[in-house]
């Protein structure tokens, strides 16, 4: 069974604890207090469900996501941030890969190579 803090962080990724919503313990065990966001606040059966394996892949993706937002606003050039968020794609899915003991490594070189072979109607970036 993992926290409840860290269900919650599970289940809404983008949410702020403390503006969203306030987990207490009052000695009976911990609970939601409060809960701002416009999402229905979760169940018991929800929280529970959240495995040690989500809160860890939780805990790797959010710094990712900071940083790579930060990067990503800085690019002066669109293929530069293309290339950044690629390369976020290709290192999360190979942290679920090796979570769920399958796959080979995905490479950007690996995505340009299908995104290529199946192309879309149109080029997304015009």
């Known amino acids: 069974m993992v926290a409840l803090a860290d269900a919650l962080g599970v289940l809404f990724p983008a ?3 403390l503006r969203d919503y306030e987990v207490r313990d009052d000695g009976t065990g911990p609970r939601i207090a409060a809960w701002h966001l416009p999402d229905p606040q979760p169940t018991a059966e929800q929280i529970a469900a959240v495995t040690p394996a989500q809160v860890a892949a939780a ?3 959010k710094p990712r996501t900071l940083a ?3 990067f990503v606003a800085r690019a002066d050039d669109t293929a530069i941030a293309v290339r ?3 390369d976020a794609v290709c290192t999360l899915a ?3 890969f090796q979570a769920l003991g399958r796959g080979r490594p995905l490479t ?3 995505l340009m190579a299908y ?3 199946n192309p879309t109607a149109g080029d997304p970036l015009q």
């Open 68 to 70: 790579l937002t930060t």
């Open 108 to 110: 950007i070189d690996k």
């Open 15 to 17: 949410a702020v604890p």
């Open 84 to 86: 950044l968020l690629l």
């Open 115 to 117: 995104v290529a072979a």
């Open 94 to 96: 190979n942290d679920e």
């Open 59 to 61: 805990r790797l993706v």
